[in-house]
């Protein structure tokens, strides 16, 4: 990357952000003190990816600075104070000023303690990557640079402004900062990153899960979340904050029988996420949900694993398996339960095709599948196709001349019989008419066996329901 073409792409982006960025540093000017775009919008703006989140940095203490802002905007929020941090929104734009600070972690809290610093080059070398570590005075424009981020920017290095150590000491989740832009941005880290990131791996206990699972979700749902991942596993964090995934990096057996469950991993990943793009756009929005099954779709294989005596190597029921862990694993690490319930159903039906065949699916079977698979049927979709790693082309084309079957199957029968929304042809209240029965365990069983009639045979007309319901009934205990 030449550094006459950041420049130019800087200059574009400060005409852009003008509106915005002008009249603050006139107002913090006048009010005599200093104003700084900082981090992130500085380094997106040399590697052209616009945005509307600006952070800024100032001499100003936050009341100072909320009283600034309250004269651009009512818009204010200052759930940060305790960090030094005031937020508004003007014109659009969502702006975060904090106040110039150094920060660092006691080894036995997972609060930062905060104190205000009083100079900007101060607060630079408080930050976590020297990438980070830029920042644009307003309304001068002028350029501050003082620990080489702009050299590192076009190497597309990661180094910390001071020595990774005291860097990661201070903030232990930087290790996995490193991780994300490595899977956001592409950056390789330094060498002397990757070891303190080794050396002090355990260190990242310290951290909050809350915090631990944002910069995970931010990585998976990067561009290139097999970089991330790989530097996770091989400074052995991944240990830390996700074991299944270095788990899979089983012993090969003496024969050689079996793939290696980490790599075929790591490439149903790739493949997942290029059918997400696809099928749903290169502009969609990054399917974490989606990406994080392909993720963990295998973690039941390492305790499932068997080997039979002809040399084989056999994984029994490590989808059930596989996803009790990735409940679990979600669950300490704070997802929501919708997310939790999402992966873990994609994890345990991910292996469901297989006994598909050739198409000998009844369509009570494709029934079935659609229902189980409920809203989760365009990433099962997603992840079925992915989870084929073969280099045999004729059985990987096989294979997706068959799901492509099951789908057009699954389009043939939603559109006859509404698929998504399966229920029984007869529902509670006329079931109680019909057997005069009240509510209770009776009616359940009714229910049950309506639905698995409407599975084996499709829709019923009303009066069809009624006759097997009664027919069924009198032979029930």
């Given at each position: 990357?030449?550094?006459?073409?950041?420049?130019?792409?800087?200059?574009?982006?400060?005409?852009?952000?003008?509106?915005?960025?002008?009249?603050?540093?006139?107002?913090?000017?006048?009010?005599?003190?200093?104003?700084?775009?900082?981090g992130g919008p500085v380094r997106d703006a040399m590697l052209?990816?616009?945005?509307?989140?600006?952070?800024?940095?100032?001499?100003?203490?936050?009341?100072?600075?909320?009283?600034?802002?309250?004269?651009?905007?009512?818009?204010?929020?200052?759930?940060g104070r305790d960090f030094g941090t005031i937020g508004?929104?003007?014109?659009?734009?969502?702006?975060?000023?904090?106040?110039?600070?150094?920060e660092s972690y006691d080894p036995t809290s997972r609060k930062p303690e905060v104190n205000f610093g009083d100079s900007l080059v101060g607060d630079l070398s408080r930050r976590d990557f020297t990438v980070n570590a830029m920042a644009l005075t307003v309304p001068e424009r002028?350029?501050?640079?003082?620990?080489?981020?702009?050299?590192?920017?076009a190497n597309r290095v990661l180094r910390t402004p001071g020595t990774p150590e005291q860097s990661f000491s201070d903030d232990p989740l930087r290790m996995m900062r490193a991780a994300r832009f490595a899977a956001q941005l592409g950056f390789t880290p330094a060498p002397e990153v990757v070891a303190a990131m080794t050396d002090m791996a355990g260190r990242i206990e310290i951290i909050s899960a809350e915090r631990v699972r944002d910069e995970l979700v931010k990585l998976v749902s990067a561009p290139w979340p097999r970089r991330g991942l790989e530097l996770l596993v091989e400074t052995g964090l991944a240990a830390y904050v996700l074991p299944e995934l270095p788990a899979l990096r089983l012993e090969r057996d003496e024969h050689n029988r079996h793939k290696d469950v980490y790599e075929h991993t790591l490439t149903v990943l790739e493949q997942a996420i290029d059918l997400e793009r696809s099928r749903h756009g290169e502009d969609a929005e990054p399917d974490f949900v989606g990406r994080f099954a392909a993720l963990m779709h295998d973690v039941g294989k390492p305790k499932t694993r068997r080997f039979v005596d002809d040399g084989t190597v056999t994984f029994h029921h490590h989808d059930v398996v596989g996803a009790k862990i990735t409940r679990k694993r979600m669950k300490a690490l704070r997802f929501s339960n919708d997310q939790v319930d999402a992966v873990s159903k994609l994890v345990e039906?991910?292996?469901r095709f297989h006994g598909y065949g050739s198409g000998e699916w009844t369509d009570s079977a494709?029934?079935?599948?659609?229902?189980?698979?409920?809203?989760?049927?365009?990433?099962?979709?997603?992840l079925t196709r992915a989870?084929?790693?073969t280099r045999n082309k004729r059985k990987a084309d096989r294979l997706r001349r068959t799901y492509d079957d099951l789908e057009t199957r699954i389009e043939r029968l939603s559109e006859e019989e509404e698929l998504a929304a399966i229920r029984p042809d007869l529902d509670g209240a006329q079931i109680m008419e019909i057997l005069g029965i009240p509510p209770g365990r009776d009616v359940g069983r009714a229910y049950k066996f309506l639905l698995e009639l409407r599975m084996d045979h499709g829709p019923q007309s009303e009066d069809a329901a009624r006759d097997a319901l009664l027919a069924w009934w009198p032979g029930e205990d």
């Open positions: 990357m030449l550094i006459s073409e950041v420049q130019a792409r800087v200059a574009r982006e400060l005409d852009r952000l003008a509106p915005v960025i002008d009249p603050l540093g006139r107002r913090f000017a006048e009010a005599g003190h200093t104003l700084a775009l900082v052209g990816r616009a945005g509307n989140d600006l952070d800024f940095t100032t001499s100003a203490r936050p009341e100072e600075t909320e009283r600034l802002l309250r004269g651009l905007t009512g818009a204010l929020w200052d759930m508004a929104q003007i014109d659009g734009w969502q702006v975060e000023i904090t106040t110039y600070r150094s002028g350029f501050e640079d003082p620990f080489g981020g702009l050299v590192d920017l039906l991910h292996l494709v029934r079935r599948y659609v229902r189980d698979a409920g809203d989760q049927l365009e990433r099962l979709h997603i989870d084929c790693t």
